[in-house]
């Protein structure tokens, strides 16, 4: 691109009305004149500004060796796109140029001979394909350039990339988004060193199916991981002409809309990894709902996009890093369509995860009875003990949890969800048994048993539980219920079976806010005894009570699967505990 005007650059027009994998053919063949129109939005000046301001930071820095990430490929796209756009401050810049081989000396040194590099996992391939994600379109772009000054920088990330295609080819994975982002890098790879190796080992990974549920969730159940698989399955469908896998995409993107709040966090309460504790934005989606929204003339997701660009962070998150992704597929430059406004009054139940979401403008509620059982603490598995949420403008409940002192068996988790007539229920019957002697034929000198978990699955050991009579069973049921109305919520506890068993409610609210009402403080810790208590931030008021408060013990709510190794799910923010003792029955509100 380098002997381009300064009025064009790629061409787009016709391009719209082309396969994606048209589109891309078009570029790759050198095509790179663009009708000016396309390239004087607003949308596109932002991103250009955005990513200049990027460069700037970046050359003020040094690469760093010893701290190696991701970030390298990102920096290398950024550096890139502003290098190869003409209406940059820094088009065929020397400094972005020497700034460039930093970095590939970087990426060099860090390969290993056999193709990978270690980002977290040590030679791994996923983590490979996600570092080449950026930096093949950052390469991409370069390529296009065919300026003098990059003959050095192009021949040495070719080699890199080639080395790491080998990887990608015979490497393997970890989890299920990692097919597709190996496939989405090999995509990148073949569309700028065209490899039938490359297309051979894609179509290998695919014949394992696309799994999306009939809610639209992926297998992971995460909207971290929601955002992979999109991104990938959208590269590898427009690179390599697959529109079919793009179903799976509507899907989820349709389904996501409802797990976003007002102000743009994502519930990830029903997610099966890491984001379920720590949650996420949805600004990172943005360029997924442009993309479908314009490819399909979508108006509903145009009215998310332009959603999206109303929250904060939009320029941190979207606008300094999507320069080159935009500039690398051009169709996310052209305007959105038309767009109508997503729903905002909204009652929805998700069956595949026991989710439910409600919402009456800037008020939501969020009701979950999905764990996996038996319920274990591990990657892949949904264990969040957070069973109620509500937001009431920037007044926030992060969470409600129920714990109860029954043989250390930690917080509440339920077996589903129901909804019977207006109310929904989640519900779980405990049983702990006391253990009689093996029947003789089992039994054996030497007391060598089978290591086994108990059958209410607290612990093991080499007892061999399962064959082993049972006596004294003990039993504790709790259900607890959901009423909503116009945004008031009516929650009702009711805890039957063994007498005399402590019950803790745990509220947590969003750190910075201010808590009143009759609220005696013990530590860190809050009792609500009698009467309503109130939670303000800012001009909005969360309303929540009555109180009730029979003991005040706090210790090992969690359970005996994490206190045996000292663990606690205890998170930041502003605790209130109501608590009682079986058989207990209360009824919390909350406007």
């Known amino acids: ?28 063949a050198g095509t790179t004149n663009i009708e000016q129109g396309l390239f004087n939005n607003d949308f596109f000046k932002k991103l250009l500004v955005a990513n200049d ?117 015979e490497g393997g994975v970890h989890t299920p988004n990692h097919r597709w982002v190996i496939c989405a890098a090999l995509a990148h790879l073949n569309a700028l060193y065209p490899n039938k190796k490359y297309v051979n080992r894609i179509e290998e990974w695919l014949t394992e199916g696309i799994y999306i549920d009939s809610d639209g969730h992926y297998p992971e159940r995460s909207r971290t991981y929601d955002y992979v698989e999109n991104n990938s399955l959208i590269t590898i469908s427009r690179l390599l002409n697959k529109p079919e896998l793009l179903n799976a995409v509507r899907k989820n993107l349709s389904m996501c809309w409802y797990y976003i709040e007002p102000n743009g966090d994502m519930v990830t309460t029903d997610s099966r990894r890491q984001d379920q504790w720590i949650g996420r934005d949805k600004l990172g989606y943005y360029l997924h709902y442009r993309y479908m ?92 003990p957070n069973f109620y949420a509500y937001r009431k403008g920037k007044a926030i409940l992060n969470y409600m949890r129920l714990s109860t002192d029954f043989f250390s068996m930690g917080y509440f988790y339920s077996d589903g969800i129901q909804k019977v007539g207006n109310k929904y229920i989640l519900h779980k019957k405990l049983q702990v048994p006391y253990y009689q002697p093996l029947p003789g034929n089992l039994k054996n000198a030497k007391g060598d048993y089978k290591l086994s978990p108990s059958i209410d699955d607290r612990f093991w050991n080499k007892m061999d539980f399962g064959k082993r009579p049972v006596s004294n069973v003990k039993t504790l049921e709790t259900t607890v219920s959901l009423i909503e109305t116009n945004g008031k919520n009516e929650i009702t506890f009711n805890i039957t079976g063994q007498p005399g068993v402590a019950v803790t409610i745990e509220l947590c ?81 909350f406007e």
């Open 509 to 589: 609210f969003a750190s910075g806010g201010k808590l009143s009402g009759p609220l005696p403080a013990t530590d860190s810790n809050n009792f609500l005894e009698t009467g309503m208590g109130q939670y303000k931030f800012g001009d909005d008021t969360i309303t929540f009570g009555p109180g009730t408060v029979a003991h005040r013990t706090l210790k090992n709510l969690e359970g005996e699967r994490y206190s045996t190794h000292f663990g606690s799910l205890r998170t930041e923010g502003i605790h209130v505990y109501l608590t009682g003792t079986t058989p207990f029955k209360h009824t919390l509100t």
């Open 1 to 28: 691109m380098g002997n381009i005007k300064r009025t064009t650059f790629l061409k787009i027009s016709a391009l719209t009305m082309l396969t994606p994998l048209a589109n891309n053919f078009l570029l790759l």
């Open 293 to 384: 929204a314009i490819r399909d003339n979508d108006a509903a997701f145009a009215g998310i996009a332009n959603f999206l660009e109303t929250l904060p962070g939009f320029q941190e998150e979207v606008l300094n890093r999507s320069l080159f992704r935009c500039l690398e597929n051009p169709v996310l430059l052209k305007n959105l369509p038309v767009a109508t406004m997503p729903p905002v009054n909204y009652e929805k139940l998700f069956t595949t995860s026991s989710l439910l979401r409600i919402r009456r403008a800037n008020t939501t509620t969020t009701f979950f009875g999905g764990v996996d059982w038996p319920l274990i603490i591990a990657s892949g598995r949904s264990n969040s």
């Open 53 to 169: 301001k990027e460069v700037e930071k970046l050359l003020a820095t040094e690469a760093d060796k010893s701290n190696f990430a991701r970030r390298v490929g990102f920096d290398f796209a950024i550096l890139s796109a502003s290098y190869c756009a003409p209406d940059s401050s820094f088009y065929h810049s020397t400094r972005v140029v020497s700034k460039l081989e930093k970095l590939t000396k970087v990426l060099v040194t860090a390969q290993s001979e056999d193709g990978t590099v270690n980002i977290g996992n040590l030679e791994s391939p996923p983590d490979t394909a996600f570092l080449l994600e950026p930096l093949s379109a950052g390469a991409y772009l370069l390529v296009k350039d065919k300026s003098n000054e990059l003959s050095n920088i192009n021949n040495d990330i070719k080699n890199f990339i080639l080395k790491s295609g080998v990887a990608l080819v």
